[in-house]
């Protein structure tokens, strides 16, 4: 990792460092979801009848977005690590705070559940939704990057912690937590530069036996809801069952269903896997200018500053 002087060049190519595994996190969640959100709410046989296999940036779908224009998985994760940095701390409060802001904002997407648990924070200032049983969305799993990176260098036990705080401001349901603390985990052992089959072993064989909605591989997933069960099999079986950045992405988009999520944490697992040299140069051009420059600022100035300090509870 050291050997990178100009005679360096006769070994194989360098693994990306850390600081571009995380940028390829930032710029997997974004380009991931300008992707899936063109055929979001599709069946996998209607994007084969009307886009063959979809592998392009061309905006669209549902919410007749602009080419390159992200949806709510990026801009709230973007208000998320704007929080953070803003309260140099992990302070449920400022977070809330902002994504209270976020919606007034009038975001081109906007969750159910996000804007149910907004409206009860708005009104009476608790961050902490009542615990769901019924339902497991994948609305907090979707913005978690920020805080994946703000947590790093923190233990297991306060990453988890930090993980609920963010997560019960809008959605507070056990096998949710359990979902995106594993997918936090995973994306801090890719930046460290472990390997997916660790993760694989570490996180997610785990997950599934404790929660076998998270089983993945008992047949593809086709078509996924804002389940994270179905959420997360999507992004797994993209994930482990390709081999660069674009394979997994277009794996992911094509099922079809909640795509735009699907595509974007697939591609925040990803970036963190492959780096931010893997993304396909058109993907990055087609992407919003003004987002790709506030991923890669947001993922510069996170890392720069992290661990940040859980604020004590109130
Ligand atoms: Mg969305």
Known sequence: MTASGPNSGLSAPLSPSLAERVRGSYLGLAVGDALGATVEFMTPREIAHEHGVHRSIVGGGWLRLKPGQVTDDTTMALALGEALLQARAIDPGAIAEAFSAWMRAKPV?????????????RRTGDTCMPVEEMSAGNGACMRC????I????????????????????????????????????MLQGLWRGETLLLQLK????PLAQAYPAYGFRRRPCLNPT?????????VFEGLFDSENFEQCLVTVVNRGGDADTTGAIAGMLAGAAYGERDIPPRWLQALDPTIRQQCISQANRLLALAPFELAASP
């Open 145 to 148: 990057l920020p805080l994946a």
């Open 226 to 234: 804002g389940f994270m069960g179905h959420t997360l099999r999507v």
């Open 150 to 185: 703000a947590t790093l260098g923190l233990d297991e036990p306060r990453l988890r912690q930090a993980s609920r705080l963010q997560a019960h401001i809008t959605h507070n349901n056990a096998l949710a937590d359990a979902g995106t603390e594993a997918v936090m985990l």
């Open 109 to 121: 997407d906007i969750g159910h559940t996000v804007r149910a648990g907004i409206a009860r924070y």
């Open 202 to 205: 570490q996180q997610v064989q």
